[in-house]
């Protein structure tokens, strides 16, 4: 009975500031392996060790602790279910003892049914996403968690849309009050044309779908990040900065094309085409660097790191 309060307060500490227990094999083996237990425990098998290089490994543990904390939170939190992480490089004898081949992979260790192949939440064969994991863990423990990414929004993603939305209506106001033939304009409806563009390569669609949220604040150092470190996920303030990033690209681009067409006096097609130079070279090498930031094989690069 020690063992078991002990367990439930190593829990308790240890999701509050990581979410997730860090267990070795001693442990494993004594508070997993052994019987009789009354308790489930979610475990992630993973390798983080940096000269592994697993990127899916990193993105996994960030979901996993998601998924850790919305139980902690969940109005039926109790000591029924546990979750524990484990290393290949600090515990390879139980990825040994229970035939996990590689990582990033998570198991449904049960206290009273038998181990089968739906316990098994492989990630090379599933979405590495927090909500397809609730969904896996509700059905094997049978026991409903509040998904903690909902629970606590970035405060100031709504008023961002609200902002953007009431942006474009009052836009579009003046724009029917100061001349209704701008329906006719092909000038118009090419910039309606290269926004929807911008928005796509941006990852305007991605975010719709994966419903990512604006900017995520880490609890164990109380920043707030606006850029993902992954290239495989993305949030809605990165996706605004990248669409900022194209409009300067186009923007110089469309000076670029005026200047050297244009029948105006020299001096105004010089500043011009400076103007545009400057954009497209400055823009184009803090998109290649964010590029990088997310990937860190990315060979290309102009002007700055």
């Known amino acids: ?21 860090r267990m070795n094999t001693t442990t494993f083996n004594h508070f997993v392996l052994e019987k009789p237990r009354n308790y489930s425990v979610i475990a992630m098998f993973t390798a983080l060790q ?20 919305s139980w902690r939170f969940s109005s039926e939190f109790s000591s029924k279910v546990f979750f524990a992480m484990l290393d290949f490089d600090e515990s390879p004898e139980v990825f040994e003892t229970l035939q996990v081949k590689g990582g990033p992979v998570v198991l449904h260790l049960s206290a009273k049914s038998k181990f089968t192949a739906d316990d098994i939440y492989n990630f090379q064969v599933r979405d590495i ?5 609730f969904t896996w863990v509700d059905e094997r423990t049978g026991r409903w968690m509040v998904n903690f990414r909902t629970r606590q929004p ?8 609200l902002g953007i939305s009431l942006t474009l209506i009052g836009g579009l106001v003046y724009v029917l009050k100061w001349n209704r033939t701008f329906i006719f304009s092909k000038n118009f409806w090419a910039v309606l044309a290269l926004c929807f563009v911008i928005l796509m390569l941006s990852g305007g669609m991605w975010i719709h779908i ?13 920043q707030t990040h606006y850029i993902h470190d ?9 996706m605004s900065i990248i669409s900022l990033f194209y409009m300067c690209l186009t923007v110089g681009m469309v000076l670029l094309n005026t ?5 105006t006096n020299i001096v105004r097609r010089k500043i011009m085409s400076v103007t545009g130079v400057c954009l497209v070279v400055i823009f184009f ?3 290649l660097s964010l590029f990088r930031l997310k990937d860190r094989f990315y060979p290309y690069r102009i002007l700055m790191n």
Not at 6 to 16: E, F, G, K, N, R
Not at 233 to 238: L, S
């Open 50 to 69: 940096r000269f592994r290089s697993c990127e899916p490994c990193k993105l996994a543990v960030k979901e996993f602790q998601i998924l850790a904390a």
């Open 129 to 133: 996403s927090v909500h397809h994991m």
């Open 154 to 161: 970035i405060h100031c993603y709504y008023p961002f849309k």
């Open 259 to 263: 200047a050297a067409t244009s029948r």
């Open 1 to 21: 009975m020690g063992e078991w309060w002990w367990l439930w307060w190593v829990s308790l500490t240890v999701v509050a500031f990581d979410r997730v227990m």
């Open 230 to 238: 992954m290239y495989i996920f993305q949030y809605v303030a990165e």
């Open 210 to 222: 994966r419903g990512a949220p604006f900017a995520e604040s880490r609890t164990h150092t109380g």
């Open 285 to 287: 090498s803090w998109l």
